[in-house]
């Protein structure tokens, strides 16, 4: 991924997450593969975990520990209706954005 990319990602990072924690629960290196297999391979793993620290804080999700066979006890991530409604203001705000920019990609001037 190029810095531009990076550094737009970086500002849709939250809403992706949601999105994906809006089909089913995950953890977080389900996460981080779901991503990485649909072409975001610069994504680090503490870049996700951060990122879930932070909506676990702010009250998006609900959290469940579930034994791992391989080590400690791993820590799912479901949607609440706090996060359902966070989720819908985000592609409110994608479809805004995207249409914007649309206008402007395609505005030769016309005006």
Same mark, same amino acid.
């Given at each position: 991924?190029?810095?531009?990319?990076?550094?737009?990602?970086?500002?849709?990072?939250?809403?992706?997450?949601?999105?994906?924690?809006?089909?089913?629960?995950?953890?977080?290196?389900?996460?981080?593969?779901?991503?990485?297999?649909?072409?975001?391979?610069?994504?680090?793993?503490?870049?996700?975990?951060? #990122?879930?620290? %932070?909506? *676990?804080?702010?009250?998006?999700?609900?959290? $469940? &520990?579930?034994?791992?066979?391989?080590?400690?006890?791993?820590?799912?991530?479901?949607?609440?209706?706090?996060?359902?409604?966070?989720?819908?203001?985000?592609?409110?705000?994608?479809?805004? #954005?995207?249409? %914007?920019? *649309?206008?402007?990609?395609?505005?030769?001037? $016309? &005006?």
């Amino acid at each position: 991924m190029g810095r531009q990319t990076t550094e737009m990602l970086k500002g849709v990072l939250e809403g992706i997450v949601l999105g994906i924690l809006s089909a089913r629960p995950a953890y977080g290196y389900e996460i981080t593969a779901w991503l990485r297999d649909r072409g975001f391979a610069g994504i680090a793993e503490g870049t996700i975990y951060a #990122l879930l620290v %932070r909506i *676990e804080q702010r009250g998006l999700v609900d959290v $469940e &520990k579930v034994p791992s066979e391989k080590g400690p006890p791993r820590k799912v991530y479901s949607l609440n209706a706090s996060g359902h409604e966070r989720l819908n203001e985000f592609w409110n705000d994608w479809s805004f #954005l995207a249409a %914007r920019l *649309e206008e402007l990609r395609t505005d030769k001037g $016309e &005006k």
